[in-house]
């Protein structure tokens, strides 16, 4: 029998975000400046490059930011990196439950530059997140290149049936800025 030698796997986000993030007050109390703070995230992930153009948060109901995300596929080499993920993935072991709900004790929202795309529609029905609220639509993603994949026609209703409410469009034209810049950058599209 051979034994592999298998690679671990350490996730942690780059320490720019820290310094990005203390420039932000522990509560961030309206809709609309979390959403600014996560386009903010997302644009300077796209300066600091080569990256996607997205960028997520968890909050909890007053606005305290419990984890971000921002896109580490291709600094990663690995797929399954996107904001959205990796936001879960830290609010998760920040919080020590796989379930964001905390069996139905916590109300958290998840803010994505984006709406999500179909592996991050998979991962929003599992995470136990009560509000999802995006910033520029999937067709914005889409018209500089990105496949978001094959996520339900009636994805909003889907996710209302699970009880998480979802907003759309929230700072859209600025959202959908970063996407240009990025293509502007000359950044790989995945």
Not at 11 to 30: A, E, K, M, Q
Not at 40 to 58: C, D, I, K, T
Not at 131 to 151: N, Q, W, Y
Request: with cysteine; glycine share 10%.
């Amino acid at each position: 029998m051979m034994i592999m030698n298998l690679p671990e796997l350490h996730i942690g986000l780059p320490g720019w975000v820290h310094t990005f993030l203390s420039g932000y007050p522990d509560r961030i109390p309206d809709m609309e400046a979390r959403m600014k703070m996560v386009i903010a995230l997302s644009l300077e992930n796209v300066r600091r490059g080569p990256v996607g153009p997205f960028g997520a948060a968890v909050f909890d109901e007053e606005g305290h930011l419990v984890a971000p995300g921002i896109n580490m596929v291709i600094s990663e080499n690995n797929s399954s990196l996107h904001a959205e993920i990796v936001a879960f993935m830290l609010a998760q072991k920040k919080l020590g439950d796989y379930d964001l709900s905390g069996g139905g004790q916590r109300r958290l929202a998840l803010y994505a530059s984006t709406e999500p795309c179909a592996m991050c529609f998979g991962a929003i029905c599992w995470s136990g997140i009560k509000t999802l609220v995006c910033g520029a639509k999937s067709e914005d993603a889409e018209s500089i290149g990105f496949d978001e994949g094959p996520r339900p026609v009636n994805w909003v209703s889907e996710l209302n049936d699970r009880g998480i409410e979802v907003v759309l469009e929230v700072c859209r034209e600025e959202a959908a800025d970063v996407h240009r810049r990025y293509l502007e950058a000359g950044g790989v599209i995945y």
